[in-house]
């Protein structure tokens, strides 16, 4: 008999001996890490962080066919209340861009190095997360052309996204549940936000009774990931079935009302570690039919908004 045919066998069964019992113990350790409890809702380290948020606007016809897409681009500085020796975090905005179609990409310079401090739901003046709203009427870009009023709330809006995935959603609520209550991967909570219904008018154009309001809102512990090479909580959110109603004044004595539907959902990666956001996936469909004063009276439209926020150094920020 060949010796090397004899030995073979004999190694096989001697290494399956020693490593089978070694996997088993492997796969057991494993098993034990995911299935404790873990603690999304720590206190953030106190450093400032750095954010590029990158939301696109694609227009469809009814028939499906792609008509144009837009681009937003929000760079935003975060500092800690505690570093800036504030009441509320202080938020600045560095840049905003914007990209029409085919157009070229044009900064808007009022939103340059534009600060504000963040407030937890509305403030005083019924405004949401203590954002001015006065800052997005007649919005300009670098070229001095007016920017739209529909356009013109999408970057307004920017803003609010960006709170409402890196601090309504991944942090702590005061009441109701929030992701405090997310202890074990698998795990899946209706949010404290769910149905409710901020209010969305913004200055003169976009009147009071203009309102958002949310379907049964879900956070879900999906698991474990990376992002930045840093070990992330996986949180999924779901919207459920939202719906939505603006009333605009382009011009005066004209206004046009817009009632739809909506659906978002998307993924947070949460620092394990520090407890900063380290990058949020977002998806949305939104279909609207605008009813105005004058032919053809009704038009319909279906948006995809798609949207990625990428925590990033001050170099990657300040390029």
Known sequence: MNKKLYIQP???????????????YSQTNINSYLEQEFNLAGKRYQETQFYIMNSECINYALNGKRLSKDVY???????????????????????????????????????????????????????????DHSKFENLKDSKDNLIPIGKAYHV?????????????????????????????????????????????????????????????????????SVANDRG???????????????????APDI??????SSHYKGDIYKDLNTNWV?????NEIVVNEATMPMPPNKLNSVVERNVLIRNVSKEQLFY
Not at 175 to 201: C, M, W, Y
Not at 255 to 260: D, F, L, M
Not at 278 to 282: A, G, H, I, L, S
């Open 10 to 24: 004999i190694i096989f069964i001697y290494l399956q001996a020693i490593l089978f019992p070694l996997i088993v």
């Open 73 to 131: 681009r929000l760079y935003l500085k975060w500092v800690p209340a505690k570093i800036a020796g504030k009441a509320g975090d202080e938020m600045t905005c560095v840049k905003f861009t914007v990209q029409f179609g085919d157009a070229p990409e044009v900064a808007i310079p009022v939103l340059e190095n534009w600060s504000y401090s963040f407030q937890d739901g509305i403030d005083g003046k019924n405004q949401v997360f203590g954002i």
């Open 232 to 250: 992330c909580a996986l949180i999924g959110f779901d919207s459920g079935e939202s719906s939505f109603k603006m009333i605009v004044n382009p």
């Open 278 to 282: 380290q990058r949020v996936v977002f």
């Open 156 to 224: 307004y809006n920017a803003f609010i996204d960006f709170h409402g995935f890196c601090n309504v959603f991944a942090e702590p609520t005061a009441r109701g549940n929030g992701i405090q209550d997310l202890k074990k991967i698998s795990q899946k909570i209706v949010h404290a936000a769910a149905f409710s219904e901020p209010p969305t008018h913004l200055g003169k154009n976009i009147l009071d009774g203009s309102f958002f309001k949310n379907g049964e809102i879900t956070l879900e512990f999906k698991g474990l």
């Open 255 to 260: 206004e046009v009302v817009a009632v739809g």
